[in-house]
Structure formats: structure tokens, C-alpha cells
């Protein structure tokens, strides 16, 4: 098993370095010079000079790659060329409202998904599994948006149990914060429970088939039995899976929802830097989000073990 | 008295019958044989005994077991029974077992559910149990896994969770089909004893005649879902009233008429051929294992127009063997020439070289695709020559194919799903024949297929080498069969070949201790009752 975790370590690391070399070099690509943005169109060719000066613009790519990982491992993510502010700061600020939002969302999508999709698999065929599959059907093709306005005119504006955006802070108590990230993490939450009920019934159905369900059975298991203690955890490898791409995946990809809350999250952060060629402040914010990516696919690279001891063995 | 008996059963699902007026009748302390092809319905008979029927099941008559009918017994009666009255053993031991428990959790679980024992004493009775069926404690700790153990050792395990709780009756559904013969010979030694020693009764499910004269008590010859003859195994077999049962048998015995066409030319040269691999794991910190030698220096000829067989159990090289034959395992060491030309997968193999030899598999339906029609399947082999047939030609070299194995020419526009087992084979059979390769490699060919499909496959493979200029190489766990369709034999065991000679005389007089062992082990219809 440590062997196991360790081999997983050396590939997480590469994964880092690899990542890094990819969004630094293919950003130093992207054509618009931050410093002509930020002086406008009317500016002097020697200002602009003057300013990518300053700004470390004019050393060699490979020198800066250098600076912005050194400044990185000491927790500098440089200084926005937009605002003057330290990036880390800003990307702190943000991410005190996506990781909770993610979080949050994940688990609800969770604590949703298993029931559903452990009660249609046992029923498979009935009328409950139908109307399963038609529900989750229509959590994946209706977008996360969409139900984000509903919630909004319901809960927000007709009954008024929660406020219709913003953030009000965590320094004004935790519990303010948790009910202004509750409509948007359901709004996230709804479409990934429908897929991940899918791939649970799917994985579970295909597990029920296995001799060593039936073996259970003829032990004198009940349906109910066997699948609880022999089908689900041979189930979870698929499982454990999504789960892990769709933190990914709410972390960076709520900018929307962010919007429709008027959530000061990562998503909104990246887009305006990227709109303003704030091209630090986005390569800090990508390396973060994929720094968060390669951490949880190790967290679920160790959770495969944990579930399965065939594949302790490094 | 019968501890068991089976009276008037009909099964139907979703309204196919499956079953027709089955009755039988076990006792304690004996094993009954139920024999049948594949469909026969032997496994759903016991299935229906167990209730572990699919969805749309439809069974009437009665199950007489322990004062109680359980044809009629509720869900949670049953609950009861299996596990605890009964037992059951499959044919899969690879996948019988839970791959994420510990096979100790495994046993225990059918003691704790039925005496509600706390887990200490679970996890004792367990070691006990497990001791008992020879996975002794030093080697065998509870806390191993399925995927740490052989596949014989699994089925110990399979055995153990049935007889833990010495349950009256076992059923066994073709327990010893996926294993090796010297394995299948334990297993079967270790199911007679626990008969014996238990009293339980046991109702031993195959469609080996061999397993069943070795090993049952009496015997149920089943055939489309009936019971076609039954009594005491020496009587059934000295007196065969079925004429079911003696086609089953002439079957199992069935000699193809074969005449040698070897020649003194060598078709295949293998000469200290060595394949190895790395050890396990290596890495940063750990040190490689030692490399394993799946093929340890081994020499052979075959000769033109000559079959040859190979024999050898699981894992002792054989399938790295045939790969290196057909030039897609890279060798470490020897050399290997076919028609005195280098097969070598370090480098591309030469089509005209692949065109002279042809390989059918165990499986005739995985190695067909199913979307494409037989007429293109059959002609797949046609990309290794430089002027393939077209247009009439290539109908008729498809239509010449088919014929020569026993189908029609109109069969060359069916799907591959609307044959048999038996056909797909003839299928197979034609794909490799319809460029005329020199040599065919049969890996298990007829493994796969009941008796009688066997026998007739064996026929046509004889009577084709003497239409076509053909040498087979001829590899298999079956030794009846090898004895049946070779000329000569080569014993394989650990990467080496043990044993090689005239087939008769190695069957004969068998030098090497190994091969004496397996044609010990091996079931023989003549030791029956």
C-alpha cells in the first residue's frame, strides 16, 4: 500500500511539472500584450516599453518560468498587471467561495446520487427504475443554469427563505455563508447527482450480475444482503471515478452559477482576467485548478486501493 | 430414504420450457451425476432446488427436501435453507469469490448468518473449516484474498463456504470444468471425502462422462430439459438402454478415422526457444523480482503433413509457445523457422511467412465480429496474400471453404450469431483453410464444445489432412482428445518439455513422472462403477 502511495506521489509530481511547462508556454503564446492593454490604444510605444519592463515582460520565457515557479513555491503568484494586488491574495478571496461551492455541491450530488441509484438498481426494470431513469434523464440535458433561475424565483423570490445573490462573507458567521452557497450548490449539485445516479445503478446492475453475487445468494443472503455487503463496494471503482471529475469540474466550471448568484468565485475571477489579459492572475488560477485536479485524482488513486486490494500492489 | 427427491419438476422462463417432468432422488451419503450437454438443463435443475431462478420463472412439481417442499417455499424459508441445508459450488472458482473480501470474511459470513456466532468464533470455525477442505493455516491465512490464490485453491474455498455449516446436501455445478486435470483429480477426491465423511448427500453436475464414473454414486442423463435415463452409474453405463446414452458415450470414445501423412521434411523447427519476463514490481525503491521463464529452452520439429500435439496444464507456457510460433511474442533466446524461413517478432513476420500458418481458437465466437457477414469473416486471411481472389473467384474460394467443413455455400451471407458452437467452429475452421496455410495451430479448439460436436469436429480435422496438404499443431488440457487426433506428443511443464514421442507410446508407457501424474489424474470412462 505505501509503495502504492508512493509511486502515485512520483506521478503526481510529474503531472505538476508537465502541467506547469504546458500553461506557462502555451499562455506566452496567446497573442495581446498585457501591456499595451493595460495602456490603452493611445499609448507610447517607450510607456508600454517602460511598462513591460517593469512588469518582467522583457526577460527570456524561460527566465520568467523560472521566477513565476520559485515565486510559486513560496506561495507568490506575482502581482496582477491589472490591479497592482498580489495574485495569491486574490485567488485566496475567491477560493474562500468556490472550494466551500464545490464542496458543498459534491456532497449534495453524493448524498443524493447513492440512494437513487443503489434503489433503481435493485428495482431494475420496475416502474421506479424508469422513472429513474427518466428524472436523471432530464437532470443531465436541462442546464445547471436554468435550474439556478428556478430555484432563484421560488425559494428566493416568491418564498424568500433565501436571499437571491451575493455573498455575504465568512467573517459574518458561518451559517449566513452556508445559506447564500445553498441555492447555487443545488443548482450545481442537481445535473451531477443524475449522472452519477446513472453510473451508480449502471455499475451496481452490472456487479449484481457477478457469480460472486450469486455465490452470496446461495449462502443464503437475501437480495438485499448480498448487495449491500458484496455488490456495492465492487460497484464504487466507476464511481469513485466521476466523483472525482466532477469535483474538478465544479470547482473551475461554476462560473455561471456563479453569475446568476453574483458569487465572488474563481470562475468569474479567471474570465475577467482573461477578457483583460491579466495573463498572471490566469496562470496562477489554472495552476491552482489543476494542482486541485492532480490532488484529487491521486485522492481517488488512493481510494481505488483502499477499495480494492488487488490493486494494493504497486 | 431419500435426503433429497425431485418429483415431476417443470420449469419455464417467460414461457420457453426449460424443464419437462424432471424427478430425481438423492441419498445420504451418495452422489448423484447429472450429465447433460450444454442446455441440457442440469445447471437450471439445480438452480431450481437453490430457487436462484431468473426473473419470468415459471416451476411447478415438488422439491421434497427435509420434510419441507421447497418448489413451494417462501423467500425468506429459503433464506434458511440455502447456506444451511444446502450448499452450492460453481464452475467459475475465478469468479465465484468476492474479489474485495478476505477469504477468511467469506467463510465466516455463511456462519455468522445462519448461527449468528460472534466474529471470534466465526473467524475460528473458519480457520477450521478452511484446514479442513486444505488450505492449512501457515500458508493459508484467513486474511488472504481470492486474487492471491490459485484457481483449485479458490475452489477449496468455494467448497468451504458450502460445507461450513455441513449443510445435508451439496450441489456442485460443474465444479472441476475450469480446472486443470491434477487439480480437477484433488477436487474431486476432496468432494468424495467430504461426502463420506459428513454423510451429506451430493448431486455432481458435468457434462464430463469421465468426472462422473469417477466420481458419482448414481447417475441422470439429461437431455432437452428431461431425464432420459437414470440408475445406479455401473449399471447405467454396462447397460446404456437410452440410445441417448450410448450416442454420449461413442461420443466421449469417438476415434476419428485417421491415416499418418507425416512426411520426413520439417514444416516447424523450434530450437532452445526462451521467453522470459521481468519480475514483479521494481521501481524506485524496490528491487525487480527475478525474471520468470515462461518458455525455458524448448526444442521441437514438426513435420510436414504431421499433428503434433501439446499438452500441459495451466501456466506452464504453452499459450507463450504458440504466440512465439505465430511471431507475435518476442523471444529471448533460440530460434524458431517455419518452412525454413526465421520467425522472428522483433521484426515484421512477412505475409507470404503468416500466410503459412493459421490459428483457431477456444472461443469460435469471440474471434468472429459479429456486424460482419460469414462471407467476409472467412475471407480475413485473404490481406496476407499479394493477389487475393475478387469477384467470382473469391465467391467460390468462399463457397469451397464452407463446403470442406461440412457447411453450405449458402451460409456465407448469414451473421455469426445465427450458428451454433459447433458450426462457429466449422467457421473457423474455413477461415484458416481458405488460404491454404501449411500448418494450423488448434489452441483448445475443441475445448469448448459438448461430446458430440467434439467427435464431429474431430472428424472433419482428420478428414481434412486428407484432402489438403496440411500439419497440425494441436494444443490442449485434454489428453483423450490429443490421443485421439496426434500423432505425436509433447508434454509441457514450467516452460519445458518434460516428455516427447510417438503418441501411443507416451500414452503407453509414459517416461516422466509428470506425464504419469496427469494420465493418472485424468478421468477414464473405463473406471466406472
Redesign the interface.
Known amino acids: 500500500m505505501l509503495?502504492y502511495a508512493?509511486?502515485r506521489l512520483?506521478s503526481f509530481a510529474l503531472a505538476l511539472v508537465v502541467a506547469s511547462l504546458v500553461v506557462f508556454f502555451s499562455l506566452e503564446v496567446v497573442p495581446g500584450d498585457p501591456a499595451a492593454y493595460m495602456m490603452g490604444l493611445n499609448a507610447r510605444p517607450e510607456a508600454v516599453e517602460a511598462l513591460r519592463a517593469e512588469l518582467g515582460l522583457d526577460r527570456a520565457p524561460a527566465q520568467r518560468y523560472v521566477a513565476w515557479i520559485g515565486g510559486m513555491l513560496q506561495g507568490d503568484f506575482g502581482t496582477s498587471y491589472t490591479y497592482r494586488a498580489p495574485v495569491a491574495g486574490m485567488i485566496a478571496d475567491r477560493l474562500w467561495v468556490s472550494l466551500p461551492l464545490a464542496l458543498y455541491a459534491l456532497a449534495l450530488s453524493t448524498l443524493i446520487a447513492f440512494p437513487v441509484g443503489i434503489w433503481a438498481a435493485a428495482r431494475r426494470?420496475s416502474a421506479a427504475d424508469m422513472a429513474v431513469i427518466g428524472t436523471t434523464q432530464l437532470g443531465i440535458a436541462v442546464p445547471n443554469f436554468w435550474f439556478a433561475m428556478i430555484l432563484v424565483a421560488v425559494f428566493a423570490i416568491n418564498l424568500g427563505w433565501f436571499s437571491a445573490g451575493g455573498f455575504p462573507g465568512w467573517e459574518n458567521g458561518f451559517w449566513g455563508g452556508l445559506k447564500a452557497l445553498t441555492l447555487p450548490a443545488i443548482a450545481l449539485a442537481l445535473p451531477q447527482a443524475s449522472i452519477l445516479a446513472r453510473v451508480m445503478r449502471s455499475a451496481l446492475i452490472d456487479t449484481l450480475g457477478?457469480?460472486?453475487v450469486?455465490?452470496?445468494?446461495?449462502?443464503?443472503?437475501?437480495p438485499g444482503q448480498a448487495l449491500r455487503?458484496?455488490a456495492l463496494?465492487?460497484a464504487l471503482i466507476p464511481v469513485l471515478t466521476i466523483i472525482g471529475l466532477q469535483f474538478s469540474f465544479l470547482l473551475a466550471g461554476a462560473i455561471i452559477i456563479e453569475n446568476v448568484f453574483y458569487l465572488p468565485g474563481l470562475g468569474r475571477l479567471v474570465f475577467q482576467a482573461i477578457q483583460q489579459r491579466d495573463l498572471i492572475v490566469v496562470e496562477g488560477v489554472v495552476m491552482l485548478l489543476v494542482f486541485a485536479v492532480i490532488t484529487v485524482t491521486f485522492l481517488v488513486d488512493l481510494a481505488y486501493a483502499a477499495?480494492?486490494?488487488?490493486l494494493r500492489?504497486? | 430414504m431419500s435426503l433429497l427427491s425431485i418429483e415431476g419438476l417443470d420449469l419455464a422462463i417467460h414461457g420457453v420450457p426449460i424443464l419437462k417432468r424432471v424427478s430425481l432422488a438423492v441419498a445420504p451419503g451418495r452422489i448423484l451425476g447429472v450429465i447433460g450437454e450444454s442446455g441440457s438443463g442440469k445447471s437450471m435443475t439445480a438452480f431450481s432446488v437453490?430457487r436462484?431462478l431468473p426473473?419470468g420463472a415459471d416451476l411447478s412439481g415438488r422439491i421434497l427436501f427435509a420434510g419441507q417442499d421447497l418448489a413451494q417455499a417462501g423467500?425468506a424459508q429459503m433464506?434458511?435453507?440455502?447456506?444451511?441445508g444446502i450448499?452450492?459450488v460453481?464452475q467459475?472458482p475465478m469468479?465465484?469469490?468476492?474479489?474485495?473480501?478476505t477469504i477468511g470474511a467469506q467463510v465466516a459470513?455463511?456462519l455468522r448468518?445462519?448461527d449468528g456466532l460472534s466474529a471470534r468464533t466465526a473467524a475460528a470455525r473458519a480457520r477450521a473449516v478452511l484446514d479442513r477442505v486444505g488450505l492449512p493455516e501457515p500458508e493459508f491465512p484467513l486474511g488472504r484474498?481470492p486474487?492471491e490464490l490459485s484457481g483449485g485453491q479458490r475452489q477449496r474455498v468455494?467448497i468451504a463456504?458450502?460445507i461450513a455449516r455441513r449443510p445435508r446436501l451439496l450441489i456442485a455445478d460443474e465444479p472441476t470444468t475450469a480446472l486443470d486435470v491434477t487439480t480437477q483429480a484433488q477436487i474431486l477426491a476432496l468432494i468424495r471425502r467430504l461426502v463420506d465423511e459428513d454423510g451429506m448427500g451430493a448431486i455432481f453436475i458435468t457434462h464430463d462422462l469421465g468426472v462422473v464414473a469417477n466420481v458419482a454414486d448414481s447417475v441422470a442423463i439429461m437431455r432437452r430439459g428431461a431425464v432420459v435415463e437414470a440408475g445406479p452409474t455401473a449399471q447405467v453405463f454396462a447397460e446404456m438402454r437410452h440410445p441417448y446414452t450410448r450416442a454420449l458415450f461413442a461420443a466421449a470414445t469417438h476415434q476419428p478415422a485417421r491415416r499418418p501423412h507425416a512426411a520426413p521434411e520439417p514444416l516447424l523447427q523450434v530450437q532452445d526457444v526462451v521467453r522470459s519476463y521481468p519480475g514483479?514490481?521494481g521501481?524506485?525503491?524496490?528491487r525487480r523480482g527475478a525474471a520468470k521463464r515462461a518458455v525455458d529452452g524448448v526444442s521441437f520439429t514438426l513435420h510436414r503433413g504431421e499433428s503434433l500435439g501439446l499438452v500441459g496444464e495451466s501456466g506452464c507456457g504453452k499459450s507463450t509457445l504458440t504466440r512465439a510460433i505465430l511471431g507475435l511474442e518476442p523471444v529471448q533466446g533460440g530460434r524458431i523457422a517455419l518452412a525454413g524461413q526465421a520467425v522472428d517478432a522483433h521484426r515484421p513476420v512477412p505475409r507470404a511467412l503468416r500466410a503459412k500458418v493459421q490459428v483457431v481458437f477456444q472461443d469460435p465466437y469471440g474471434s468472429f465480429n459479429p456486424r460482419h457477414r460469414v462471407s467476409r469473416l472467412v475471407t480475413e486471411p485473404f490481406h496476407l496474400l499479394d493477389q487475393p481472389p475478387a469477384g467470382i473467384a473469391r465467391a467460390h474460394a468462399v463457397a469451397e471453404a464452407l463446403e470442406a467443413v461440412g457447411l453450405r455455400a449458402g451460409d456465407a451471407d448469414k451473421y455469426i450469431h445465427e450458428f451454433s458452437g459447433g458450426q462457429r467452429q466449422r467457421i473457423a475452421i474455413a477461415r484458416a483453410l481458405i488460404i491454404r496455410p501449411e500448418l494450423i495451430v488448434l489452441d483448445e479448439a475443441v475445448s469448448a464444445l459438448d461430446v458430440q460436436v467434439r467427435a464431429q469436429i474431430l472428424d472433419l480435422l482428420a478428414d481434412l489432412t486428407d484432402t489438403y496438404d496440411l500439419s497440425y499443431l494441436f494444443i490442449s488440457h485434454d489428453l483423450h482428445v490429443v490421443r485421439r487426433i496426434t500423432d505425436r506428443v509433447l508434454v509441457m511443464r514450467a516452460g519445458r518439455i518434460v516428455e516427447q514421442g510417438a503418441t501411443e507410446r507416451v500414452f503407453q508407457a509414459p517416461e516422466h513422472p509428470y506425464t504419469r501424474a496427469l494420465l493418472a489424474a485424468a478421468p477414464d470412462l473405463t473406471k466406472a462403477g
Open positions: 509503495r508512493f509511486r512520483i426494470g457477478e457469480d460472486f450469486r455465490t452470496a445468494r446461495a449462502k443464503g443472503l437475501s455487503r458484496h463496494r465492487n477499495v480494492d486490494p488487488r500492489r504497486g | 437453490m436462484l426473473r423467500e433464506g434458511r435453507v440455502r447456506g444451511a450448499g452450492m460453481f467459475e469468479t465465484a469469490l468476492n474479489p474485495l473480501q459470513e455463511t448468518l445462519h484474498y486474487h468455494v463456504m458450502a514483479r514490481g521501481g524506485l525503491l524496490a
